[in-house]
């Protein structure tokens, strides 16, 4: 069965530099997201992607925090300048895209992001 | 804003048991989705079941079902025969038309040989 893949599993960064964490979404799949679960807290949402470009923002998702997808397989979460609050969980996600129906998000495993 | 809570941060339950997991959320929308998520240990979150909120009859998948009360806010998990496999963080979701899911804090469920 098709699966959503993050690497790392764990990245361990020193505070202000720059970390890109990588997922490679369902093939065929058309949208992407990005969400993080801070230790003991809830999953948020932080940006979802469509036909290469932003389609939604949270607030979190401020101006350290940038997606891409440079090919036809990755998507990208860059953090510019990690802060240790950004240590967190960091799942990706990516769903087919159905007009008019559900569209069901399939996640990956996550990406343990260690900020000293 | 949409808030989803779960009362239950740990459960367990014996093998072969039935065990409920409690959903509230709030929302000023009539159209939405809720969701089900289980994640078990170091492994990814799968879909468990999900619900339109304009449908009346409850979903059901297998041993999972839930009872959506759509007046309460309320939508909660039902697992039958619970299987040592469902031994996982169990995420309840929102979702409305724009894509965003808003989750709960999760409740760690423990079935028990």
């Known amino acids: 069965e098709p699966e959503v893949t993050q690497t790392p599993s764990h990245q361990v960064t020193q505070m202000g530099q720059e970390v890109i964490l990588r997922c490679v979404p369902i093939?065929?799949?058309?949208?992407f997201y990005w969400y993080r679960q801070i230790l003991g807290q809830k999953v948020e949402f932080l940006v979802s992607?469509?036909?290469?470009?932003?389609?939604?923002k949270s607030e979190i998702f401020d101006d350290q925090f940038s997606v891409e997808r440079p090919d036809g397989s990755n998507f990208t979460l860059k953090i510019r300048s990690t802060k240790l609050e950004d240590s967190a969980m960091y799942f990706c996600?990516?769903?087919?895209?159905?007009?008019?129906?559900?569209?069901?998000?399939?996640f990956g495993a996550g990406t343990r992001l260690s900020v000293l | 804003a949409q808030t989803v809570t779960q009362s239950q941060p740990e459960m367990s339950v014996q093998e072969a048991e039935t065990v409920t997991l409690s959903c509230t959320y709030d929302?000023?929308?009539?159209?939405?989705?809720l969701f089900w998520y289980k994640q078990p240990p170091s492994r990814q979150m799968i879909l468990v079941i999900r619900?339109?909120?304009?449908?009346?009859q409850n979903a059901t998948e297998n041993r999972f079902s839930v009872n959506f009360q759509k007046a309460a806010k309320s939508f909660s998990l039902k697992i039958s025969d619970s299987q040592l496999g469902d031994t996982a963080m169990y995420f309840c979701?929102?979702?409305?038309?724009?894509?965003?899911?808003?989750f709960g804090g999760g409740t760690r469920l423990m079935v028990k040989p």
């Open positions: 979701a929102f979702m409305k038309y724009s894509n965003m899911l808003t």
């Open positions: 992607f469509y036909n290469n470009e932003i389609s939604e």
């Open positions: 093939s065929n799949h058309l949208y």
């Open positions: 996600a990516s769903s087919p895209g159905l007009a008019g129906g559900l569209d069901i998000q399939y």
């Open positions: 929302t000023s929308e009539n159209n939405y989705y």
């Open positions: 619900q339109e909120a304009y449908k009346q």
